[in-house]
T-cell receptor, first 113, second 115 residues
Framework: DGGITQSPKYLFRKEGQNVTLSCEQN?????MYWYRQDPGQGLRLIYY???????QKGDIAEGYSVSREKKESFPLTVTSAQKNPTAFYLC????????????FGDGTRLSIL | DQQVKQNSPSLSVQEGRISILNCDYT??????FLWYKKYPAEGPTFLIS?????DKNEDGRFTVFLNKSAKHLSLHIVPSQPGDSAVYFC??????????????FGQGTTLQVKP
């Protein structure tokens, strides 16, 4: 089955630690995205990548970093600089050209211990 | 500045009746609109989309209407089923961002369909 896999589903972090959330897709999509969802709010874009070895900041990139070394993978690192990291993180991918829907993984819930 | 707004946090309808979810936007450059459905602890699932050159798109029980002059879109679900109970997000992208696929999401509306 083609799809997007996010791992782990639940993640706990101690204050001051960096953590990395995994996102893998086998849809052969060029573009990948990271969103954050907080209670009662919509999804906010953290980072996105249209092609391997290239990525751009979204609306709330501070305290986060990404890499895109392979087409299939777009890991997100939540650094200690992110002051309010507790949230539900969603990864998505899409065909790059034209208006195409994004397809989402099942998310990772990050909590601070 | 909330460019995409879903002003109703929740909606409750009876099974078999019509559900109408609404979404307003402020950016006249938006040219592509989507609706997603989301269950708790899962990722959003794409439902239906519409381009700004159209005013209606239909897929089975789901129909999206776009009123560009009012900067308003709506999702109609007919007939509503208990399995439709979920959070519904509308999203939009702007001319020029089509190649990036960057989407702006509303806050979501929780739909409850009662048996």
């Amino acid at each position: 089955d083609g799809g997007i896999t996010q791992s782990p589903k639940y993640l706990f972090r101690k204050e001051g630690q960096n953590v990395t959330l995994s996102c893998e897709q086998n849809l052969n999509h060029d573009a990948m995205y990271w969103y954050r969802q907080d209670p009662g709010q919509g999804l906010r874009l953290i980072y996105y990548s249209q092609i391997v070895n290239d990525f751009q900041k979204g609306d709330i990139a501070e305290g986060y970093s990404v890499s895109r070394e392979k087409k299939e993978s777009f890991p997100l690192t939540v650094t200690s600089a992110q002051k309010n990291p507790t949230a539900f993180y969603l990864c998505a991918s899409s065909i790059r050209r034209g208006n195409q829907p994004q397809h989402f993984g099942d998310g990772t819930r990050l909590s601070i211990l | 500045d909330q460019q995409v707004k879903q002003n109703s946090p929740s909606l409750s309808v009876q099974e078999g009746r019509i559900s109408i979810l609404n979404c307003d936007y402020t950016n006249s450059m938006f040219d592509y609109f989507l609706w997603y459905k989301k269950y708790p602890a899962e990722g959003p699932t794409f439902l239906i989309s519409i381009s700004s050159i159209k005013d209606k798109n239909e897929d089975g029980r789901f129909t999206v209407f776009l009123n560009k002059s009012a900067k308003h879109l709506s999702l109609h679900i007919v007939p509503s089923q208990p399995g439709d109970s979920a959070v519904y997000f509308c999203a939009a992208s702007a001319i020029g961002s089509s190649n990036t696929g960057k989407l702006i999401f509303g806050q979501g509306t929780t739909l409850q369909v009662k048996p």
